[in-house]
């Protein structure tokens, strides 16, 4: 199993402005993801964050818009960058502990508004 | 896009009664898994089901797949009013570069009336 601790757990943040979101788990995991769940919808991957190398963006989002850095095998950080009011989200992190048929471990989210 | 999609997309019913709770999706898959998401909090796993299976149990939870008809089940049985938040399905594959990869359904609110 895996605890994630997931900070802040809200914001509340000016248009144009920045924020960066971290994601720190208690055991060493070779893949972390960031998810968005707008209002009301479900999850929708960001990107899959492995230590050492760039992260992998899906279709839709862009390394500009939503850099992250995953610096060792236990942190991450997903930055959302010049916010509007359509990035009010919630943001999730996640690993998995194995490779195949494993479950996913979530952080507790961070609610964001963009006012 | 979403591979996952559920129904209903709500449903209300009385402590005691059970919940049922179906899942489709489009793609080959290694398993399907179902989350608990309360009040959008974190998410928490409740049940993981290969794709050679075919049904399997966890306390009150029983979840059905079939592999033929791309469609999953979660049954909740004799609900309580502590069940109440969203639950999602999410279907596992393995990537070529990325490793595991987990897609959501749309996810069925479910609220339990005490």
């Known amino acids: 199993s895996a605890v994630i601790s997931q900070k802040p757990s809200r914001d509340i943040c000016q248009r144009g402005t920045s924020l960066t979101i971290q994601c720190q788990v208690d055991?060493?995991?070779?893949?972390m993801f960031w998810y968005r769940q707008q209002p009301g919808q479900s999850l929708t991957l960001i990107a899959t964050?492995?230590?050492?190398?760039?992260?992998?963006?899906e279709s839709g989002f862009v390394i500009d818009k939503f850099p992250i850095s995953r610096p060792n095998l236990t942190f991450s950080t997903l930055t959302v960058s010049n916010m509007s009011p359509e990035d009010s989200s919630i943001y999730l992190c996640?690993?998995?502990?194995?490779?195949?048929?494993?479950?996913?471990?979530f952080g507790q989210g961070t609610r964001l508004t963009v006012v | 896009s979403q591979q996952g999609e559920e129904d209903p997309q709500a449903l209300s019913i009385q402590e005691g009664e059970n919940a049922t709770m179906n899942c489709s999706y489009k793609?080959?898959?290694?398993?399907l898994q179902w989350y608990r998401q309360n009040s959008g909090r974190g998410l928490v796993h409740l049940i993981l089901?290969?794709?050679?299976?075919r049904e399997k149990h966890s306390g009150r939870l029983r979840v059905t797949l079939d592999t033929s008809k791309k469609s999953s089940s979660l049954l909740i049985t004799a609900s309580r009013a502590a069940d109440t938040a969203s639950y999602f399905c999410?279907?596992?594959?393995?990537?070529?570069?990325?490793?595991?990869?987990?897609?959501f359904g749309e996810g069925t609110q479910l609220t339990v009336n005490p």
């Open positions: 055991s060493q995991v070779t893949m």
């Open positions: 996640s690993v998995e502990t194995g490779m195949v048929n494993t479950e996913a471990f």
């Open positions: 089901i290969r794709s050679n299976e």
């Open positions: 999410a279907t596992g594959t393995l990537q070529e570069t990325s490793g595991s990869r987990l897609t």
């Open positions: 793609t080959s898959i290694n398993n």
């Open positions: 964050a492995n230590q050492g190398s760039e992260a992998t963006y």
